[in-house]
């Protein structure tokens, strides 16, 4: 996969003199209109400005599709065909990231004088490309003539219909016919709130954070089964079903994605909050541990959930007077009770006794979000559109709060000014994606949020590809740093990589993300373990290379080296052999791992002379000993004989008998004497010092 460097740039410099003689005093709205159309899709460049709009697009597809939708839709509503052509000059380029600015990159530039209005100019980088980045999308007929400038004009000759984006979603109508109210839990019209199938789930079976793995075809035809088939998908509710089924079940993941999408609106989504551990406002995001530390507030939610209304009165009326009792959520199980009865006066009353109570940021956030909803239902949108925007102005970062602002304001016919909004939150968090993908409060502002989500999809789609492929390379220059090792950790991204690749085929909106995510992050992975692996092998030769000293030190120290003179040259071979290992480790590590091995083996061959040289040496430095101690005895043998025997002579003469007196006086005698001490008594005695010295050692 070759990683994907550029993207498309639509200029558009408006013909400002032209436009209000053509709309007068309506121009500047009509071009503001055009630019907000434009940004739903596209990316506006910081430096864009009034006097040129500057609009980045993931795709040249997506950047003429857009233009000519949002002119089309405009030029129906306020252009007449009189007019002639609105009076902006486009041009579409092909802008790679280490490209130098556009030379029209100022509205002054000299390349804008010789423009025509509402003619599509391409560059000569996107021209040179046309072919291959527009192979299988299906265009009108279409031919190219030279401007001049490095510019080509782009004419069509075909039926500009067929320029047109492919639509993600059109199934969000069904969930908005019905002859009934708009059903608070959920938002459908084929039932009252008492008979909603979302009574029938727990936090613990959801399914909007696995349908999006499925393709948006399948959603789209899986929604529009399950909305067919509505009694038949809720009495498989009613059976109770589990995390098991719906992951096995993708026409049940669709279903009871539907229903997450109001969430916090929802019986089940009381109970969470109102035992929930976390004291903070989390919304869909997670589901935290509960503790029930309130059995008429738990019963009470039970017969709510069943339809006992008169039995859960009784117990939530119970808590609320209990001392300590949590009353904000029996309050507010009393107002659902009153809603499911139909008595909407009532449930105006609740919520407002609710919201006297709240007491934590988690209350007033949630209170809100109850009592918006209830005046929209109620028929007084602009009281929720007042209260929701309070409350969104405290809690920005709240994705609940700000949801339940587009919708609100999407009702009152602000769309076009909640776009960027939607965008930001659908990028943010996936669910809302998805959401606002099917949300039939969205309606009003379909085209609008299909825009957005399509082109938040491409730039993800192209994002993912980008992440992927540099992933692709680094572990491609990774492996081949490793040869033919084998390595656990390695193994495990490889499988992660190929699982990572199996989603990009597949493509749906959640693999997408988790690509652009996870393949970003395995990038990182891979100097980090380039790192580590060169951290272990320096151990290894530091190991290696003590090892290696320690040989060289007994051969420094060694004082008959000339009998093995092999030893050095095996010695410095494995010294030679552990510096190749680290110069080379940056290169291959296979190469410095048998570079480090080969020097290891040189080495250890170096334990088999030692025993020989340590043997040689006991003998030679025995054989040296024996010699010096040798001499030394001669030494005093030869002294003492030479002062005993005249002492002997002189002192025993008396007592000696004569005759042993002349033959100790007999020069022969002596001699032989000398002889017997140096050549027998001497090396005895030297024998026996040496063999002591030695096992003294």
């Known amino acids: 996969m070759k990683e994907i460097d550029h993207s498309t740039l639509l200029a558009i410099r408006p013909l400002s003199y032209q436009g209000e003689q053509a709309l007068p005093g309506r121009w500047p709205a009509f071009f503001k209109a055009l630019r907000n159309l434009l940004v739903q899709v596209g990316i506006e460049a910081p430096d864009s400005s009034e006097d040129l709009l500057l609009i980045y697009y993931d795709e040249p597809f997506a950047a003429l599709s857009t233009f000519f939708e949002s002119l089309q839709s405009l030029k129906k509503q306020q252009w007449q065909p009189q007019m002639g052509a609105v009076p902006i000059q486009v041009i579409v380029h092909l802008h790679r990231r280490k490209d130098p600015p556009v030379d029209f990159g100022e509205a002054t530039a000299s390349v804008w004088g010789v423009l ?39 004419s069509f000759s075909g039926d500009l219909g067929e320029l047109k984006r492919e639509r993600l979603f059109t199934g969000r109508f069904l969930a908005a016919k019905g002859a009934s109210s708009e059903c608070f839990y959920c938002g459908m019209a084929n039932h009252a709130p008492a008979h909603c199938p979302s009574k029938q789930l727990t936090m613990e079976t959801r399914g909007l954070d696995r349908v999006g793995y499925l393709s948006f075809a399948k959603i789209e035809s899986l929604f529009k089964q399950v909305m067919a088939e509505q009694k038949k998908m809720a009495e498989l509710l009613a059976t109770n079903i589990d995390g098991a089924q719906i ?16 969430l916090v609106y929802q019986p089940r989504f009381l109970s969470y909050v109102a035992f929930s551990l976390f004291s903070s406002w989390d919304g869909i995001g997670k589901t935290d541990r509960v503790k029930i530390d309130s059995r008429n507030l738990h019963s009470g939610f039970d017969c709510l ?58 209350e007033k956030i949630y209170i809100s979000l109850l009592t918006a909803r209830f005046h929209r239902l109620a028929g007084h949108p602009w009281k929720a559109e007042q209260l929701i925007s309070s ?9 609940e709060v700000q949801y339940s602002l587009i919708q609100a304001r999407i009702h009152d016919g602000q769309g076009q000014q909640q776009m960027q909004l939607l965008r930001k939150l659908a990028s943010g968090d996936r669910r809302y994606f998805m959401i606002a993908l099917m949300d039939p409060a969205l309606l009003p502002a379909n085209t609008m949020v299909e825009n957005v989500l399509s082109g938040l999809y491409d730039q993800k789609n192209k994002e993912a590809g980008e992440n992927l492929a540099v992933a692709k390379e680094a572990f491609a220059e990774l492996q081949a740093w490793f040869g033919g090792e084998e390595d656990e950790e390695m193994q495990n991204h490889l499988s992660v990589l190929a699982n990572l690749e199996e989603q990009f085929r597949r493509r749906a909106v959640y693999d997408v993300l988790d690509i652009a995510d996870r393949a970003k992050s395995l990038s990182m992975v891979c100097p980090r373990l380039r790192e580590a692996r060169l951290e272990e092998l320096n151990i290894r030769v530091d190991a290696a290379a003590l090892t290696w000293a320690d040989y060289n030190t007994f051969w420094q120290e060694y004082p008959y080296q000339s009998f ?33 091995q080969a020097g290891k083996k040189e080495v ?16 030679l430095d025995t054989l040296s000993m024996f010699f010096k101690k040798l001499v030394v005895a001669e030494l005093v043998f030869s002294g003492l004989a030479f002062v005993l025997l005249p002492l002997v002579t002189i002192g025993l003469s008396g007592v000696l008998d004569p005759e042993i007196l002349r033959m100790v006086k007999n020069p022969q005698f002596q001699k032989g004497a000398m002889v017997v001490l140096t050549l027998f008594m001497a090396p005895f005695l030297a024998l026996a010092l040496t063999i002591r010295s030695m096992s003294e050692q």
């Open 116 to 154: 025509q209005p509402e003619t599509l100019y391409v560059t000569r980088a996107l021209k040179l490309q046309w072919n291959l980045l527009f192979a299988g999308k299906k265009m009108p007929a279409h031919q190219f003539s030279d401007a001049g400038d490095g510019l080509s004009q782009l």
């Open 247 to 262: 992951r096995n079940d993708p026409a049940l993941q669709v279903y009871v994605a539907y229903f997450d999408m109001y």
């Open 305 to 362: 959930r069943v339809g006992k209304y008169k039995q859960a009165l009784d117990f939530l009326k119970a808590e609320s007077q209990a001392l300590g009792g949590k009353q904000f959520y029996a309050t507010l199980g009393q107002a659902f009770v009153a809603l499911e009865r139909g008595r909407m006066g009532d449930m105006a009353h609740f919520l407002q006794i609710a919201n006297s109570t709240v007491a934590t940021e988690k």
């Open 391 to 399: 409350v969104a102005n405290l809690y920005v970062d709240c994705a």
């Open 564 to 596: 093995f003179s092999n030893f050095k040259t095996l010695l410095f071979a494995g010294k030679r052999k552990f510096v190749e290992a680290r110069s080379i480790a940056g290169e291959s590590l296979a190469k410095a791992k048998e570079r480090l």
């Open 604 to 619: 250890e061959l170096l334990t088999g002379l030692i025993d020989r040289m340590l043997k040689l040496k006991i003998a």
